[in-house]
């Protein structure tokens, strides 16, 4: 098992920043991969970024592309998602996933609890 915390959303105005930490532990040697996915009230839940913890490999969402960035620790089994120029659209829960060696990150075998992210106008 993969245990998966987030930490890190909260009230932002629009145009600001904010920067979400998921910190993995548990049997992280079986996962090659981590996301973030996000969902919003009345909305299905949405791929947003995905790392490959070897090499850095990097996929986006292509709304979202060029304000977010995702990046990981893997000394620390930690994975980021840097949100900026936030909108108001960007309100959701996010969602933190791990992914097992064979798997796909659009499909993740793990799950945090969610953050809350608030974008104000």
């Known amino acids: 098992q993969v245990q998966l915390v987030e930490s890190g959303g909260g009230l932002v105005q629009a145009g600001g920043s904010l920067r979400l930490s998921c910190a993995a532990t548990?049997?992280?040697?079986?996962?090659?991969?981590m996301a973030w996915f996000r969902q919003a009230p009345g909305k299905e839940r949405e791929f947003v970024a995905g790392i490959r913890w070897s090499g850095g490999i990097t996929s986006y969402a292509d709304s979202l592309k060029g304000r977010f960035t995702i990046s990981c620790d893997k000394a620390k089994n930690t994975v980021y998602l840097q949100m900026n120029s936030l909108k108001p659209e960007d309100t959701a829960v996010y969602y933190c996933a791990a992914v097992q060696m064979g798997g796909s990150w659009y499909s993740p075998d793990y799950w945090g609890q969610g953050t809350q992210v608030t974008v104000s106008s």
């Open positions: 548990g049997r992280t040697f079986s996962t090659y991969a």
